[in-house]
Each structure stands twice: as structure tokens, then as C-alpha cells.
């Protein structure tokens, strides 16, 4: 099984894939770990092309710069939220709409905004898609999820074991805890395949020689 280098500084996406059963049997880098520190700048038009810029950057890093982990798997994901009241924005801007805000501030400010809104106007939904470069033949391969789900007229706290969770009531528009487990299934259904289809090719090659 293929090593991962995950695109991303955050510890919880990286913690998560590490705790899934998928995610046992490998090694998962951060981008801390390979000592990437440079500024992607994101100009893709759509989540999925802006997972494929960044996957692209660390991909081309580690050729460069770091033998050791040419024979990994490079993830990237870009997500956001999308709400059809303001013609699916923030969308791939997300992470700038929010700016200083915490995200239950950013939630409440849209609920505030939209309290007449009627109820069949208030659809949104979670989006999250992440690129995957297999190393070092960098095949490139994309999956896109969405989570449909409505604006809610208030904020709730869910409680888990271990974890004090905020977000909208009946919502999991953009809950950390709920973009992890998306990670995970995309991380399942691209990743896994790809690394046990290079096995299989390597095995094939040695039956030949």
C-alpha cells in the first residue's frame, strides 16, 4: 500500500484519515512533515480544479525536492459551502467569507440575514472534492461529494463523546467533524483503488520477468 502526503495543515483532517480502517495500514503526511510551506494560490473556478492545483504544487515539490516520498499518493481537497439564497456563494470562496470570523459567527450572521427567507429558499449544501496524484507516474484523479441540506432559524451545540461540536440545527453545512468524514469516504473511494491497482500492476511485472 502506497504511503499518503496530505495537502493540508489541518491536524484533524490528517488525525481522522489516520483513525479510519483504511487509513491504518499507511503512513499519512502532512504538509508540515515534508517541509512544504509555499503559498498555493488558488484560481481554479471550481472546487475541484483548485484540489487539483494543490495537489499539483506538492506533487511537483516532492519530484523536486523530497526522493523520499516520490513513491507516494499526493491528496488535496478544497470544500466549502453553497447556499442557493445567494446564488451558491460563498462557494469556492469560503474560506475568504468567513475572514475573521469563527464559523458559528459566520452561520449566525447568514441566519440573521435570512430569517423572512421562506423555507424552500433556504438550500444549501456542503461540497467537498478532492484530486489525488499517484506517484511518481502523477495519474491525477478527482472526486466531488455534496450534502444537501436547508438554513436553519437557529444555532444549536451537538455534544459527542470526546468532541463539544457547533452547528446549525439540522444542518452540517461546513462542521469540521462532517468534512472529515467526507475526506475519509472520498479517501476510500479514489485513494485505496489506485494504490492496490499499483500493486497489482507491480505484482503482474514481477510474474513477467
Request: a negative charge.
Amino acid at each position: 500500500m502506497k504511503n499518503i502526503v496530505f495537502a493540508t495543515s489541518n491536524k484533524d483532517k490528517v488525525r481522522d484519515i489516520k483513525e479510519m480502517p483504511a487509513g491504518k495500514n499507511v503512513d499519512v503526511y502532512s504538509l508540515k512533515d515534508i517541509g512544504f510551506d509555499e503559498d498555493v494560490e488558488e484560481t481554479g473556478t471550481t472546487f475541484t480544479e483548485n484540489a487539483v492545483i494543490k495537489a499539483k504544487a506538492v506533487a511537483d515539490y516532492i519530484l523536486k525536492n523530497k526522493p523520499e516520498y516520490k513513491d507516494t499518493i499526493v491528496l488535496a481537497d478544497d470544500s466549502g459551502l453553497e447556499i442557493d439564497y445567494y446564488d451558491k456563494a460563498p462557494g469556492i470562496y469560503s474560506h475568504r467569507w468567513l475572514g475573521e470570523r469563527t464559523y458559528p459567527q459566520a452561520m449566525q450572521d447568514v441566519i440573521n440575514d435570512m430569517k423572512d427567507v421562506p423555507d424552500e429558499k433556504r438550500t444549501c449544501r456542503f461540497v467537498c472534492s478532492m484530486a489525488a496524484i499517484v506517484l511518481p507516474d502523477e495519474v491525477i484523479t478527482s472526486l466531488e461529494i455534496k450534502s444537501n441540506t436547508e438554513i436553519t432559524l437557529e444555532y444549536t451545540k451537538i455534544v459527542e463523546p470526546n468532541k463539544d461540536v457547533d452547528k446549525p440545527a439540522k444542518t452540517g453545512c461546513s462542521s469540521s467533524v462532517f468534512g472529515c468524514g467526507i475526506l475519509s469516504l472520498l479517501l476510500c473511494s479514489i485513494v485505496i483503488p489506485f494504490a492496490r491497482k499499483k500493486e497489482n500492476k507491480t505484482a503482474n511485472n514481477m510474474t513477467n520477468i
